[in-house]
Every structure is written in structure tokens, then in C-alpha cells.
């Protein structure tokens, strides 16, 4: 059985490169036709290569946060977190939301997942307060939906402030 080597990450970028000089090589190497003084005439540029995608900076998380009911009304609304460099948006807290997302990032933690089904919730309401979270999370869609009607909800809440306001009861 044949021995599977690991092949460096750089590879595909030195094979890629490597091409990209046989193509520009072959462009002014004469092809031989019925004349032996057949003149010799350089190719058309072909111009820079376009950037490899691996190459590509990852993009910026973006998300749509909605909350209402928060017992805040400056809380409550429609806000645009981004999570670039440097964080921005129209969230009120921007900064400390993208640094609560990149710690949870950072644990492997999923923010918004849902309570697991079957989960054992204490029946301890925490208020009205509802969010939705959409947009972009470490490369993955989200769509999710908060709520305090249960102690597990509140705890999924509770985690993710900044992101989601302090609320009053």
C-alpha cells in the first residue's frame, strides 16, 4: 500500500504560480509553420493574475439585531453590527458586542443555537423582551430568535449581551 504523504498548504499557491509562468512562457515561444523564416512576434500581455481566493481576507461578520420590548427604549430597534476592523454599525455598543462574539468564537461556542429539545427549563419569566438576530457568523447564516420566558432562555440571552441589551422587567 502506497504511503499518503501531507502536502503543504503554500503547494496549490506555488503550483498556481508556476502555471501562470508556462502560460506567459508559451505566449512568445514561436510556432513552427511551413516557413523556416517565419518571423518571431510576442504574444499580447495578458495582464496581473487575479487574486487567488485563498488568499482572500475572510469577510467581516455582519448581523441584523432586533429587539423590542427590552423595558430600554433606547435598547429596543433595528441595529447593523459589524465585526471588521474596526467593529461599526449602528449598534449602541458595537465594540464590546464584536468582542463578546469573537470570545464565544474563540470557545466554540454557538451563540445562536436554540435550547435543545426536551432541554429542563426553570419556569422563571424574565420579561417580554424579544430579539432576532440575522446575518453572518463565522462564515455560517444565523437566523435566531430570543426570548426570557424560561430560565434557559434567559441564560441564552444573558450570554450573548452586549449583543443583546440589559433588559428591565
Do not use: K
Amino acid at each position: 500500500m502506497p504511503q499518503r504523504t501531507r502536502v503543504p498548504l503554500r503547494a496549490p499557491l506555488r503550483t498556481a504560480t508556476a502555471a501562470a509562468v508556462l502560460v506567459a512562457a508559451a505566449a512568445l515561444v514561436p510556432v513552427a509553420g511551413p516557413s523556416a523564416s517565419a518571423s518571431v512576434t510576442a504574444a499580447p500581455a495578458l495582464g496581473p493574475l487575479p487574486p487567488l481566493p485563498l488568499l482572500s481576507a475572510p469577510a467581516a461578520d455582519t448581523l441584523r439585531v432586533r429587539v423590542e420590548r427590552s423595558g430600554s427604549p433606547e435598547a429596543d430597534g433595528d441595529f447593523r453590527l459589524e465585526c471588521g476592523a474596526p467593529p461599526g454599525g449602528t449598534h449602541p455598543a458595537a465594540a464590546s458586542a464584536c468582542r463578546r462574539l469573537r470570545q464565544l468564537a474563540q470557545a466554540g461556542e454557538n451563540p445562536f443555537s436554540p435550547v435543545p429539545q426536551g432541554q429542563m427549563c426553570t419556569q422563571l419569566y424574565g420579561g417580554p423582551a424579544t430579539a432576532r438576530v440575522t446575518g453572518t457568523w463565522q462564515g455560517h447564516r444565523v437566523d435566531a430568535r430570543f426570548s426570557r420566558i424560561n430560565g434557559c432562555e434567559t441564560d441564552r440571552w444573558d450570554n450573548l449581551r452586549p449583543v443583546l441589551p440589559l433588559t428591565r422587567v
